[in-house]
């Protein structure tokens, strides 16, 4: 009996020799490719880098004609090195299938590319390798397209001063938002009185998350239309399918590659530029740091606090 164990420890070259069919395929490959990265889903992957190993075979659809040693007839080995740093520089990830997954898809979308293998490794969690591998074929990474190819919802997004969620008003303001047909998500700001300090701008960072994200969670206990949603997805679905989000900041923050400094406000702008709003509205004084840089890309506009109408 043969045993084909040894393939799931070689090379990913190895694997694509033995899965080939009878007309096997051209292949280019990148080998121990090794990239400082922040990912992980311990708190202790948090803000550090760790070193994490990138082996890809792609194989290639054959080329009509003679390459004539033209680089603009083939796959640029470039390609595969360009497909990691631009999704490592997209969103920092907890997981590495998910972070190979992007990879895969990427090198798909070049038209030669028939097949691939992305194998990524972390080099410092234990004495050896610990790694995911996949392997993806164009007509997959069609069918995720096809299924994300929805057109892209423009946000209002309503951000709430800590008196504007105190406000007698709220209920109107929600019915409004609720009967605009514009996908809406609702952002708050951090609370009146005390929280805990700290003695770090890290620790403390994540302190003032989690207290915006207690007065989300206060005002979705005032209203069950306003439901806390803290991932990009909860709020694309939610987007999509025409419920009120409120924004809970730490996970989006805290993955971001480049993240937003400053105050509520100015998470508040971050997110509108990331979900690519139409505009935000501010209802009341909003509480913001001094000489923060500001997303010039989504026009925004204050709205009194006792004001009836808040959407244009």
């Known amino acids: 009996m043969v045993s084909d164990i040894h393939l799931a420890f070689d090379h990913p070259e190895a694997r694509a020799a033995a899965t080939s069919s009878e007309m096997p395929h051209d292949r280019i490959s990148l080998r121990d490719h090794i990239v400082e990265v922040d990912i992980g889903a311990f708190q202790s992957e948090r803000g550090v880098t760790q070193r994490v190993s990138f082996n890809i075979v792609v194989e290639l659809t054959p080329l009509t004609g003679p390459i004539d040693d033209d680089v603009d007839r083939i796959l640029s080995y470039d390609r595969l090195t360009e497909a990691i740093r631009i999704e490592l520089d997209a969103e920092r990830m907890n997981l ?21 293998f992305v ?6 969690r234990g004495s050896g390798a610990l790694g995911v591998e996949i392997v993806r074929t ?17 946000p209002i997004v309503l951000h709430l001063s800590a008196a504007a ?9 929600i019915d409004a938002l609720e009967a605009d047909p514009r996908p809406v998500i609702v952002t708050v700001d951090l609370p009146t ?11 403390q960072r994540r302190i003032d998350l ?13 209203d069950a239309r306003c439901v806390v949603r803290a991932s990009r997805t909860e709020l694309d679905w939610a987007m999509k399918n025409g ?20 105050g509520p406000l100015d998470l508040v702008e971050w997110m509108a530029a990331e979900l690519s709003a139409c505009e935000v509205i501010v209802i009341g004084d909003a509480a ?10 989504v026009p925004m506009r204050s709205v009194p606090l006792g004001a009836l109408s808040v959407l244009s």
């Open 96 to 116: 590495l299938e998910t972070l190979a997954e992007r990879i895969a898809d990427r090198i798909l979308s070049e038209p030669r590319a028939f097949r691939v």
């Open 119 to 124: 194998r990524v490794e972390k080099l410092d």
């Open 138 to 154: 164009a007509g997959q990474a069609a069918d995720r397209a096809s299924q994300m190819s929805a057109p892209t919802p423009h």
């Open 165 to 173: 969620l105190e406000s007698d008003l709220l209920s109107t303001w």
């Open 193 to 203: 009185g005390a929280w805990p300090k700290s003695a770090t701008t890290l620790t």
């Open 210 to 222: 989690l207290a915006i994200e207690q007065n989300a969670w206060c005002l979705a206990g005032r």
């Open 243 to 262: 419920h009120i989000s409120v924004w809970a900041p730490s996970k989006m923050v805290l993955d971001a590659t480049h993240r937003p400094t400053g």
């Open 288 to 297: 913001q740091s001094k000489g923060a840089q500001r997303t010039p890309s």
